[in-house]
């Protein structure tokens, strides 16, 4: 009997190295409320984090706000703070290499969000995270976070081999109405993101897609991330104010409140429902 047991462990063990997990998200409710949602609870939830900002100081476990369950992950920003080492939270989550991944999340501003210039918003990436400026060579990955903007407006802050600014190409999020996506404090929104990689180092058929609330909001194709083959790797969550200077600093202390992450590379488990606008 041992033997046998043996024999299916490894055979069973070997399946699974075969086929890595492909669904990784986390609602926050295994986590204690009023606590921090440090590395050590991202790796507790199924993650693999490389390594974090802010999390041990500037997280917190919120059971005030949630949208499903009782938790939710809020972010601190503090007054007249400005960039990742003093203001909001950054983490990156190591997935198993795909050509193509789709990553959603809730958000919520809090009710005395200080806009200003704008601010970084999670997304998905690979590699070294390739940003701050840097130019995307091809082998130092890529990024495809997305920012607020003055007012709430949102766009998608895109680093890739062809960008045509050294801070990152702005790309608006647009409903099909034609309208701006602009978020609103106090309110609760989805935003869903798909990127696929380049085919080839030459080939321009890589992919962004977005949705907000499940109403598609951007689709931009004909791009290049990577020229070694490497696929998407990263879930970036990186959110802070700036920018580097004064001027994008938060007025006032405030907050995001995060739920409900969820990426794969399998479509099937993102419900995309009609947007009511």
């Known amino acids: 009997m041992k033997l ?9 063990g070997e399946l ?12 926050f409710e295994s986590q204690r409320p009023g606590s921090a949602y440090p590395l050590a609870n991202w790796e507790t939830d199924g993650f693999k984090a490389l390594w974090e900002d802010g999390f041990d ?17 809020r972010i601190t920003y503090p007054k007249d703070s400005v960039g990742p080492s003093g203001n909001g939270a950054q983490v990156s989550i190591i997935l198993p290499e795909q050509n193509e991944y789709y990553l959603s999340y809730r958000l919520r501003f809090s009710d ?3 806009f200003q210039l704008g601010g970084k918003l999670p997304g998905l990436a690979a590699g070294d995270l390739c940003s701050g400026g840097e130019v995307c060579d091809g082998t130092n990955g890529f990024t495809a976070r997305f920012m607020w903007r003055r007012g709430g407006r949102i766009v ?24 701006d996506v602009a978020f609103q404090r106090g309110i609760w929104y989805q935003i869903t993101e798909r990127v696929k990689i380049n085919s080839k180092d030459t080939s321009h058929d890589g992919e962004v897609e977005a949705w907000v609330n499940g109403s598609p909001v951007l689709f931009r194709k004909g791009l290049r991330f990577t020229s070694n083959g490497e696929g998407v790797d990263r879930f970036y969550f990186s959110t802070f104010h700036g920018g580097s200077t004064a001027e994008w600093a938060p007025a006032e202390t405030c907050f995001l409140n995060v739920d409900d992450i969820l990426i794969s590379p399998d479509k099937k488990y ?4 009609p947007s009511s606008r």
Do not use: A
């Open 57 to 73: 100081t500037r997280s917190l476990i919120d059971s005030s706000l949630s949208v499903s369950g009782k938790n939710s992950l």
């Open 112 to 114: 005395n969000f200080s």
């Open 16 to 27: 699974r190295c075969l086929y890595p997990q492909e669904v990784f998200k986390t609602d």
């Open 156 to 179: 998608l802050y895109l680093y890739h081999m062809d960008k045509k600014d050294k801070w990152g190409d702005d790309i608006p999020l647009v409903y099909p109405s034609g309208e």
């Open 270 to 273: 993102f419900k995309m429902t």
């Open 4 to 12: 046998i047991c043996c024999l299916l462990f490894l055979i069973f």
